[in-house]
């Protein structure tokens, strides 16, 4: 029973992953702006041949948050 829900919890996470055929990974929080929302992760995984489409230029568009 274990197993199973561990083999369950597994393809839950990894379901929202979508690696390219290029794939190259990158650190460090950069963020994505698209129309009017902003994206961002400390993670990326990208396709090298297209390049990252994120850069930390673009976290200045994230709202400050109150009390932090």
């Known amino acids: 029973m274990k197993k199973i829900a561990l083999i369950l919890a597994t393809l839950f996470i990894v379901s929202a992953c979508s690696i390219p055929k290029n ?28 390049g990252l489409p994120a850069s930390a230029e ?11």
């Open 23 to 50: 794939p190259k990974v990158s650190f460090g929080k950069k963020c994505m702006v698209k129309d009017e929302s902003v994206s961002y992760s400390y993670v990326w995984l990208y396709d090298k041949n297209t």
């Open 58 to 68: 673009q976290c200045e568009a994230l709202p400050n948050a109150k009390g932090k």
